[in-house]
């Protein structure tokens, strides 16, 4: 047996002992107990005599000397000390204690185990020999020895310290690590533990040295000092170190500062503040360093604060001097945009309403930081009401007001006002129906119209807009119960909308900001206004169909489906092509749910053309088998590229409705991911490619091991897409987790 399994046995079985000790104590030892508990003493003098009870005692009148044996408990100020026999010297006020010592602090806290300890200065000062400490997040720390100065300091000798669980079926070996040292101090007041001459052991197999090593006491969520360092390689940064320090400023704030070194670019500092307040926090991440021959920097904070139950302020404060700065140094890779705002909302049990400004930085090289808009104010009511009133119906009003301003572009100002109403029916034969009236109201003004996003021929324009709407839905659900197979169910459902038909008209003259494009699918085949926003209205009478046909299985497996269409009494142009509703019948829509099992399921959604059934989207994603071998992937296709609306070199020609070529290139991509957890084994892999490319966009591969007090895990990541500046990355992860210590090797920043 090694040294380390003999003493963390000792350790459990002084445990053991220590609460049968407490279990035959009797009535006495019970009171004691609840003694403990309040941490009160006997006396409330500090040189109170020791108060205890025991199976059986003497005492020597001449040498002034109580021997107490059997289940003894003595107390002396809040002090409690558990042990087979116990010698008190009342002329000294010496306590020695044998066999099953256990030693305990007045609130409870800090439990020692010794074999042999004696204990003076109303047992604050003592010597402990064969000494053990069970800690918070279930550690423990053993010695062959150790002295205790006014119960707030123990020095211990040659002691070993772990977190790991004793092997159940050999509690002898080694635990998977643990640190022994030559010396330790356990500050008891400051909850730190400080090891001097520390070795790592791996099952008992020395594999790294410390001259010293600090670190809180388990039980401690919070304190000042080094977090220990990390290290590893990217191929922005090369190799590189991160030498984190922790500070606590109070009880309710802590900020940590990080320098990072790396081969090829910095050095670096990154500081992160927090502070918690009784009604909300703030948290401020800051960073600057040398990257790429410059100095780069960046500023992410946020903060929340409850005005009181119903009303709360925030802010959002992010930029940075550049993308490639905030990628290399893994603070937010492959952001296109950072947003700030400040803001004001509030809640009520039917209605929100928020308040707020809202500025962007561009990091994408083709855009120009001039055209990006700052809006402010931008304004917002919601009210839903409880069903009531005639029919029992439900009112809903939807209303903004924002202002959106340009150094470069069109700058708008727009007031919105949306109410509806929808009344619930029901019809013989167990139709169910939806009545809903709508208006979408909105008021126009608008300057340097002919400049992006919007290209108009007016250079300024004041304008008013009403559409109304009138819908009603039929929907009848036919179920059929089968038995011990669930039940099924077919659902014809069907929608008119009426509403004038307003076309293309006033749009050169309203801006749009809300709602550059559209896509046709089965989510939104039964809206009103199919469109994202409102800035683009969807007009004229139309009817919308659907059938929806599902089998509920029993064990709350599902098979469900839906294809539908939509049919327009009038043609309109206010959709780009592609759309899928450039006709009056669009394109059919459909979607499907395949889950038999609990270890199979497919998502398929997809549109077809109304004329040739060619395929225009289609969206699939499945996963299959359990956790110890699960894989999952996904295809999406889309004959369009909606991206290449979003182009500010090309915006000018989508206000006519004739998208760029960019726009007419096809999408095809694939994920596959493959997941395996085996016992206390996970291993993934997977990656994505561009089908029309023939290339990967990122390949992934991870594997990692993890106990009860020990992780491991490796992670290789490669993206081969460029963005900006960058043509593509590498990354090797390497990180060794270990219980109550942290994380240490090759970690991401």
């Known amino acids: 047996m090694t040294r380390t399994g003999k003493f963390l046995l000792l350790l459990a079985t002084t445990a053991l002992s220590g609460a049968a000790a407490t279990a035959l104590g009797g009535s006495a030892l019970a009171q004691s107990i609840g003694a403990l508990a309040t941490g009160s003493s006997a006396s409330g003098d500090k040189n109170a005599p020791v108060s205890f009870t025991a199976d ?11 021997t107490a044996t059997g289940h003894v408990v003595a107390i002396q100020n809040g002090q409690t000390l558990h042990a087979d026999k116990v010698t008190i010297n009342r002329a000294t006020n010496v306590v020695t204690a044998d066999g099953h010592v256990v030693l305990t ?20 000062d003592g010597v402990m020999e064969a000494v053990a400490a069970r800690l918070a997040q279930n550690a423990r720390i053993i010695a062959n020895g150790g002295r205790r100065y006014d119960a707030k300091l123990d020095e211990l000798s040659k002691p070993v310290y772990s977190a790991c669980d004793l092997c159940k079926s ?7 690590w643990a640190i022994r040292a030559t010396s330790a101090t356990r500050d008891l007041e400051h909850k730190m533990i400080e090891f001097r001459d520390a070795t790592l052991l791996m099952k008992g197999i020395p594999v790294f040295w410390l001259p010293y090593l600090s670190e809180p006491d388990p039980s401690v969520k919070r304190q000042s000092g080094f977090l220990i360092p990390s290290g590893g390689a990217t191929s922005q940064l090369g190799a590189f170190a991160v030498i984190p320090y922790y500070l606590t400023l109070g009880k309710t704030a802590d900020v940590t500062l990080t320098p990072v070194l790396a081969t090829k670019q910095g050095p670096a500092l990154k500081a992160h503040f927090r502070e918690a307040f009784n009604q909300g926090y703030l948290d401020v991440k800051l960073s600057g360093g040398r990257d790429r021959g410059e100095f780069g920097d960046s500023v992410f904070a946020n903060g929340t604060f409850d005005l009181n139950q119903n009303w709360r302020a925030g802010f959002s404060f992010n930029r940075a001097s550049n993308p490639q700065y905030l990628d290399d140094f893994s603070i937010l890779p492959n952001a296109s945009y950072l947003e700030s705002n400040v803001f004001l909302e509030g809640f009520t049990a039917s209605s929100y309403a928020r308040i707020d400004a809202q500025t962007y930085q561009g990091l994408v090289a083709s855009v120009n930081q001039s055209e990006l808009p700052i809006v402010g104010p931008y304004a917002q009511y919601h009210y839903v009401s409880p069903p009531s009133g005639p029919l029992n119906g439900t009112l809903k009003i939807d209303t903004s007001f924002f202002n959106v301003m340009r150094d470069v572009g069109t700058n708008t100002r727009r007031l919105a006002f949306i109410p509806s109403y929808s009344i619930p029916f029901t019809l013989p034969a167990g139709i169910i129906g939806t009545a809903r009236l709508q208006l979408d109201a909105a008021y126009y003004n608008a300057d340097k119209l002919n400049q992006q996003p919007n290209y108009s021929e007016d250079q300024q324009a004041s304008i008013g807009r009403a559409q109304p709407y009138g819908a009603v839905m039929l929907r009848w659900p036919l179920m ?5 197979w669930g039940s099924q169910l077919i659902e014809p459902i069907v929608q008119l909308v009426a509403s004038p038909n307003i076309g293309i008209s006033q749009n050169d003259r309203i801006p749009n900001e809300d709602s550059l494009d559209l896509e046709f699918s089965d989510a939104n085949l039964f809206a009103l206004n199919r469109y994202p926003g409102i800035d683009r209205l969807e007009g004229g009478s139309r009817v919308d169909y659907a059938m929806h046909a599902a089998w509920y299985l029993p064990g709350g497996m599902t098979l469900d489906g839906l294809i539908g269409q939509s049919y327009r009494f009038h043609k309109d142009s206010v959709y780009l092509p592609a759309s899928g509703l450039t006709d009056n019948a669009s394109d059919i829509v459909a979607r499907a749910v395949v889950a038999p099992t609990s270890w199979f399921n497919v998502t398929y959604r997809g549109r077809f053309s109304h004329t040739s059934l060619g395929n225009r989207m289609t969206d699939v994603t499945a996963n299959f088998g359990p956790a110890k071998l699960r894989v999952s992937g996904g295809y999406l296709y889309t004959s369009t590229n909606p991206y290449a609306l979003y182009d500010n070199t090309v915006l000018g020609e989508v206000d006519t409705l004739n998208p760029p070529a960019a726009y007419f290139t096809p999408r095809q991509e694939a994920t596959l991911n493959v997941s395996s957890q085996v016992g206390q084994w996970n291993l993934s892999g997977g990656g994505q490619r561009n089908l029309k490319t023939g290339k990967f966009d990122v390949v992934n591969a991870d594997i990692g091991w993890q106990n009860d007090c020990f992780g491991v895990n490796l992670l290789f990541y490669k993206r081969f897409t460029s963005f900006n500046l960058d043509t593509g990355s590498t990354a090797v992860l390497l990180q060794f987790n270990f219980k109550t210590l942290g994380t240490v090797g090759f970690n991401a920043l």
């Open 56 to 66: 059986s005692l003497s005492y020597d009148k001449t040498g002034k000397i109580i």
């Open 170 to 176: 050999d509690p002898r070996s080694p635990p998977t």
């Open 480 to 484: 059929r119960p089968t038995t011990r």
């Open 105 to 124: 602090q007045p609130d409870g806290s800090n439990t020692v185990y010794a074999e042999h300890v004696v204990l003076s200065h109303n047992m604050k």
